[in-house]
């Protein structure tokens, strides 16, 4: 199985980061540019126009943009997006990232999440029993963060959105099964703030940590000098 191809990317830190996705836009499809322009705020928009920089920087690393591009982009009945074609991938945001995993081979999902302070007991009816007694015994939001990741991977990967009940995906092991496929779950260690977690189907190597690239990088390596003529304009 190829291994999953992970990258990152920090999105809304920048001051130039708003011109910089004006920039962008014209060359992406306008479906694609809607759905992007159609969120209130900035910060919102540059996490979801990082995302598919990093679908087009994965096309491109994989030698596949020469087959695929985002206007061929569909959209399930849940609303995941996919290409009809033999690969899967998965984006997801939170905080100041966006995650973009990406394989070859099988399915994949994604997530991250900022570990903000939360009452626990909130959330009992979203974990398995066992899941639940560790929550008890810890203590420790770092390991609801955690778990919470590894769940919600496993969701995103699927692609049923919250048809699933929560409570019934066990994510203690780093394999499972749901939906009689067998899935592979990772948590990666990327920022002591953040928890995150990848899951796949089958088994494999575990995957490398994320690549960071920062946005300017990536727009830099998919259109070379767009920036530079930006800049001097």
Known sequence: MATPLLYYTAAVNSPDAVPWMHSVLPFFPESV???????KYDEDRLLTFSGKLLLLKALKETGLDQHL???DLQYTSFNRPYFNYPVD???THSGN???LAFTESGKIGVDIEIMKPLYIDDYSNVFSGREWNA????KDDALFYRLWARKEAVVKAIGKGLSL???AIDVTDDIIAVEGEQWSIVSIEMDRAYATAVAF???ADTPPAPRYINLQQCIGSLFPGLLTKSISH
């Open 201 to 203: 189907t089958g088994l």
């Open 69 to 71: 591009s985002l206007a």
């Open 135 to 138: 929550l008890q015994e810890a």
């Open 97 to 99: 990232y966006t995650l």
């Open 165 to 167: 009940p929560l409570a």
């Open 33 to 39: 540019r809607e759905g992007i322009v159609r969120y």
């Open 89 to 91: 991938f998965n984006i």
